[in-house]
């Protein structure tokens, strides 16, 4: 199983500020998911990355993976209130089945 | 499209009870996957089942802690003698397919479980 490492944990902003957090480990991921978390909700999915250097685009949301696939950072332009959330990062399994998430970062951004 | 359906959203169980956890996979989709979030901790993985079928529960405790997807209804997971520990989220996610990890795991709200 892979140690995912996200960094920071905690991330306090002001609206209209740009954020960029952080996914590790030390294995090399086959593919890698960013998912946000709202107060008692599930996970969502944001995106899912799989070749390595790759950068993906979701709004004003900026997601990048690394050349060696070990690690993987979230870029927020110009953060907004309902930015505000858990970010996770998972990677699968080989065998497709099992997520492994890491600790999250809990974002909060202030009007 | 109703998404994946978890029932009830908040249990309250005094310790020694049972709890039993429900959830409805989103239409056409024969995948179901247990996750539990603890207090300020990230989620993890405790089963996956298909129809009739356990697949992998190696994320499951050893006791007290059983999972079902039968042929027709929700798939349950079952917590029996509960322990102030077992407070936590627990969410159910569904696929339609599984392997060649592209496939997308949708989650449900969760059930927030307090144990008393």
């Known amino acids: 199983t892979q140690l995912l490492e996200q960094s920071p944990q905690f991330l306090s902003i002001q609206e209209g500020e740009n954020l960029t957090v952080y996914c590790n480990s030390s294995s090399v991921f086959s593919s890698l998911q960013w998912y946000r978390q709202e107060p008692g909700e599930g996970p969502v999915l944001l995106v899912t990355v799989v070749t390595g250097g790759e950068v993906k685009k979701l709004k004003r949301l900026t997601f990048q993976f690394g050349d060696a696939r070990k690690d993987s950072s979230l870029h927020i332009t110009a953060a907004q209130p309902g930015d505000t959330g858990l970010y996770l990062c998972?990677?699968?399994?080989?065998?497709?089945?099992?997520?492994?998430f890491g600790g999250g970062t809990r974002l909060m951004v202030k009007p | 499209n109703a998404g994946v359906m978890q029932n009830p959203r908040h249990l309250v169980r005094r310790r020694g009870q049972e709890a039993r956890l429900r959830c409805s996979p989103m239409?056409?989709?024969?995948?179901v996957y247990w996750y539990r979030q603890l207090p300020e901790e990230g989620l993890k993985f405790m089963v996956y089942?298909?129809?009739?079928?356990?697949?992998?529960e190696s994320g499951m405790p050893k006791e007290r802690f059983s999972a079902e997807f039968p042929k027709e209804g929700p798939s349950i997971l079952r917590i029996q003698q509960v322990v102030r520990g077992d407070s936590a989220a627990y969410f159910c996610a569904s696929s339609s397919t599984s392997g060649g990890g592209t496939d997308t795991q949708y989650f449900g709200p969760g059930t927030r479980l307090t144990v008393l």
């Open positions: 239409k056409g989709h024969s995948h």
């Open positions: 089942l298909q129809k009739e079928n356990i697949i992998d």
């Open positions: 998972a990677s699968l399994n080989n065998a497709g089945n099992m997520l492994t």
